[in-house]
């Protein structure tokens, strides 16, 4: 039986039994964990992306062109952070010899001081998430992850190469473009199947009740609300027992697009396997049930 199927006068699964067998939805939510634990470790201004950062120019001196491809980082966004981190004293830029036009990035003396402290927090705090699996199943989750970016490999210090919380990003965004580019495929925009699959299961319900089904806080799923809502994929009444609060079900264009969405996760899934191998997908789906439950 399929994640789409449900026997007649069954209850509906729980919205997170029902997405488990999605390896792109156990490793988006390892990665929010991950994440995290490592932001409580760093010092106040600091992000796991400016680790990252300092990590790679620790090795010598990158582009900032060339920086934001590696790390996934779009134009503006890398200008913003470096911005921030020149203003902390931690990175300079200066001009490329080869290309006047561009900047090379470089850590400063700072940079150096202040990388070997988080590196130290962050490995202390990246063993801990990981710990549910021990440290044998600890390195099995790397090599799996690795497998998902292996362009990854031999072009980022081994610092990051091995950091569960960098390479759970790198490969949640991965398997999120892979789902994007199978839905597009039959014709649908990628829009958030989590929630839709958790009003599914609960409606009709509120709004903050379905916040609190997905484990997050009720403005933080407004902005989703309203996309639904204005894709017609949800109804959005006010509720009879208290006039300030909606009321959210799926429409009949929601439940055909969750259908529909969810054989396109399928898909992805088994292209997944196809790619991995199935029981490297199995392991590595089962070892990020353990580190969530951890």
Known sequence: MTVTDQAPGRPRDEPAERMAGYTGYLARLAAQRAAGVVQ?????????????????LAEGPVSQASLGNLLEVNRTVMISVIDELEAAGLVRRQRDPEDRRRYAL???????????????????????????????GARR???????????????????????????????????????ELAMRAIGLEPRCVGMLVALDSA???TQERLAE???????????AVDELYSAGLIHRDRNPA????????????????????????????RDLAASLGPAETAELNALLMTVLAG
């Open 242 to 269: 208290d006039r300030r609060a909606h009321v959210l079900r799926l429409t009949p264009g929601g439940e055909e697009y969750l259908g529909a969405a969810l054989t396109a996760e399928d898909g992805a899934q």
């Open 141 to 179: 989750l790397m090599r799996l992850l690795a497998l998902i970016v292996s362009e990854l490999s031999g072009a980022v210090p081994e610092s990051l190469a091995g950091a569960s919380w960098f390479l759970l990003d790198h490969a949640t965004g991965r398997l999120r473009r892979h789902r």
């Open 40 to 56: 409580a470790v760093l010092p106040p201004g600091r992000t796991p992306r400016d680790l990252a950062i300092l990590c790679v």
């Open 203 to 205: 409606q009709p319900c």
């Open 106 to 136: 470089l850590i400063t003396e700072a940079g150096v001081v202040a990388l070997e402290r988080m590196r130290e927090a962050v490995g202390g705090a990246d063993r801990a998430f990981t710990a549910a699996v021990g440290e044998a």
């Open 213 to 223: 089904r997905m484990g997050v806080t009720g403005p933080t799923i407004v902005p």
